[in-house]
């Protein structure tokens, strides 16, 4: 099953890969970044979307790797 991967604030510090739906992190890294290089990578491999957060918890970005019927007409590439 195909599950978006969220890029969100880990309250401790540092930022969390996690699984939509999923409790636990997938994985934690120091900076947003990495965060963001390895939640890409496992949402490319599961062709699925990428849901990049803020600090403040709030959706800064998505990027969608899945087959998608109905594409956002994307005007950030």
Same mark, same amino acid.
């Given at each position: ?10 309250? @401790? ?6 699984? /939509?739906? =999923? $409790?636990? $992190? ?7 970044? !990495?965060?963001? !290089?390895?939640?890409? /990578? %496992?949402?490319? =491999?599961?062709? $699925? !979307?990428?849901? %990049? ?10 990027? $969608?790797?899945?087959?998608?019927? @109905? ?7």
């Amino acid at each position: 099953m195909r599950k978006n991967q969220h890029v969100v604030p880990d309250k @401790n510090g540092g930022w969390n890969v996690k699984g /939509e739906g =999923n $409790s636990k $992190s997938t994985a934690h890294t120091d900076t947003k970044q !990495e965060a963001i !290089e390895k939640a890409r /990578e %496992i949402a490319k =491999n599961q062709q $699925s !979307e990428l849901v %990049i957060h803020g600090k403040d918890g709030r959706i800064q970005d998505k990027d $969608s790797y899945g087959p998608d019927p @109905n594409p956002p007409k994307d005007t950030k590439h």
